[in-house]
């Protein structure tokens, strides 16, 4: 089993900052893809961002050129840097892993979720 961790959310006003965090324990082997998904209240959960192993990255849209994923592969664990944030980034983020368990079988993980509220 894998657990995921995040931390970071809070409120934040429009045109400010988060970093999120999120870190992965457990019968880990190996973590392959690591990600962000973000579900805001009526909507479905979409995909945010998504790292690699070897730290190829892809965003949606709306947040490309404001938010950074990168990773700490010694740790294992994920980042999101969100800059210049709007009042539609408010959502619950939540951190989604891949990979290889110590018994290798392939696993997966989501956080447990962390809100990040936008406004003035």
């Known amino acids: 089993q894998v657990q995921l961790v995040e931390s970071g959310g809070g409120v934040v006003q429009p045109g400010g900052s988060l970093r999120l965090s999120c870190a992965a324990s457990?019968?880990?082997?190996?973590?392959?893809?690591m990600g962000w998904y973000r579900q805001a209240p009526g909507n479905q959960r979409e995909l945010v961002a998504i790292?690699?192993?070897?730290?190829?990255?892809r965003y949606v849209d709306s947040v490309k050129g404001r938010f950074t994923i990168s990773r700490d592969n010694a740790k294992n664990t994920v980042y999101l840097q969100m800059n210049s944030l709007k009042p539609e980034d408010t959502a619950v983020y939540y951190c989604n892993a891949d990979g290889t368990s110590v018994d290798h079988r392939y696993l997966e993980a989501w956080g447990q979720g962390t809100s990040v509220t936008v406004s003035s």
């Open positions: 457990g019968s880990v082997l190996i973590i392959s893809d």
């Open positions: 790292i690699t192993r070897g730290g190829l990255t």
